[in-house]
């Protein structure tokens, strides 16, 4: 097979564009993780409700939290509390929730901003890689991530 073997250049372009749709899924993603946050927030200003909550636990993937609303009801949200960086079990925190929906709660005075660095720097550092990866990808493939279109023969 040569370099400019037409499987080999398949390949490539191959290669490339999966490189291209993973690059792109997780800037996707990225952006999706952010807008939720907006609109968990946005529900949470809606309905506002605060209260002051114990951290129960805290484990690498959630914060746990027990609060009591007015009505005298205790909860505890399955999926802990959002924004819980700097928590720690024992804590009283105070905590903004929506009153339709107690299970959704923020750490009082946090909002979604908080989650544009970790997201905006995993979108970056994802273009940093597959950026010159493409370029690569694409100069094995000839130039180009796209077939060349063959040309059909006029009938004379």
């Avoid at 946050?37 to 114990?54: P, S, T």
């Avoid at 997201?119 to 990866?133: C, I, Q, R, S």
Wanted: glycine share 8%; with cysteine; net charge positive.
């Amino acid at each position: 097979m040569t370099p400019s073997d037409p499987r080999r250049q398949r390949a490539w372009r191959i290669g490339a564009w999966a490189v291209l749709g993973l690059a792109l899924l997780i800037t996707l993603e990225c952006a999706v993780l952010s807008a939720g946050a907006w609109v968990n927030d946005r529900d949470i200003a809606e309905n506002h409700g605060a209260a002051v909550a114990q951290v129960e636990q805290v484990t690498w993937d959630r914060t746990l939290i027990r609060f009591d609303t007015p009505d005298g009801e205790s909860h505890n949200p399955d999926l802990g509390v959002l924004y819980p960086e700097g928590l720690s079990q024992g804590q009283l925190v105070r905590v903004e929730y929506d009153t339709t929906e107690p299970d959704l709660v923020k750490v009082a005075g946090r909002t979604w901003v908080l989650t544009l660095l970790p997201t905006g720097t995993t979108a970056l550092f994802t273009w940093l890689v597959a950026g010159p990866l493409l370029w690569f990808l694409r100069r094995q493939a000839g130039g180009r991530i796209m077939p060349r279109r063959r040309r059909r023969q006029a009938a004379a």
